[in-house]
T-cell receptor
Framework: DQQVKQNSPSLSVQEGRISILNCDYTNSMFDYFLWYKKYPAEGPTFLISISSIKDKNEDGRFTVFLNKSAKHLSLHIVPSQPGDSAVYFCAASDSNTGKLIFGQGTTLQVKP | DTGVSQDPRHKITKRGQNVTFRCDPISEHNRLYWYRQTLGQGPEFLTYFQNEAQLEKSRLLSDRFSAERPKGSFSTLEIQRTEQGDSAMYLC?????????FGPGTRLLVL
């Protein structure tokens, strides 16, 4: 069963606009959530994270929102830049093992 | 560069051969994780170490796979009698707290 789901395989936005990437999870034991960015033939690069005790975390152009009752998180990128074009993965973990369960990824294309 | 490093970056082998990959984590990180990623999917957990102890193995890790972290520093992942289905990107990550930092990966192609 897919415990972490990213239902949008791709997203295209115009430079300067907001990008919103979504992620849903099913396991209520998850207590830490992360977003990674990945370019082809490279490892995932950590972007931003959020603990389950918070509902928002912001770092520069990136903001992650967590809605625990809906088991949903989202990543907002504003303003979007062409260099943001990549595959974005959300991941969830529980603090016991720390192992990450990843979604399938969303390919973001930011058009100049 | 003090990030996670992996060696080799690419490996092409024939079916039935054994391969070994190495991961050097960030030096102060006590946890080390191995993941596998196939095309169009997110990384999937294989196993993890806390210091030198291997604490969990996924059911994805068949008995042909073995991982070690002998001194709690670098780790090796060995695949014996490789099969074409083993072709994937093998990723290593390390952490001290909750956030894992990934290496560049080893891309394996089994012919």
């Amino acid at each position: 069963d897919q415990q972490v789901k990213q239902n949008s395989p791709s997203l295209s936005v115009q430079e300067g606009r907001i990008s919103i990437l979504n992620c849903d999870y099913t396991n209520s034991m998850f207590d830490y959530f992360l977003w990674y960015k990945k370019y082809p033939a490279e490892g995932p690069t950590f972007l931003i994270s959020i603990s389950s005790i918070k509902d928002k975390n912001e770092d520069g152009r990136f903001t992650v929102f967590l809605n625990k009752s809906a088991k949903h998180l989202s990543l907002h990128i504003v303003p979007s830049q062409p260099g943001d074009s990549a595959v974005y993965f959300c991941a969830a973990s529980d603090s016991n093992t720390g192992k990450l369960i990843f979604g399938q990824g969303t390919t973001l294309q930011v058009k100049p | 560069d003090t990030g996670v490093s992996q060696d080799p970056r690419h490996k092409i082998t024939k079916r039935g051969q054994n391969v070994t990959f190495r991961c050097d984590p960030i030096s102060e990180h006590n946890r080390l994780y191995w993941y596998r990623q196939t095309l169009g999917q997110g990384p999937e957990f294989l196993t993890y170490f806390q210091n030198e102890a291997q604490l969990e193995k996924s059911r994805l890790l068949s008995d042909r796979f073995s991982a070690e972290r002998p001194k709690g520093s670098f780790s090796t992942l060995e695949i014996q009698r490789t099969e074409q289905g083993d072709s994937a990107m093998y990723l290593c990550a390390s952490s001290f707290m909750e956030t894992q930092y990934f290496g560049p990966g080893t891309r394996l192609l089994v012919l």
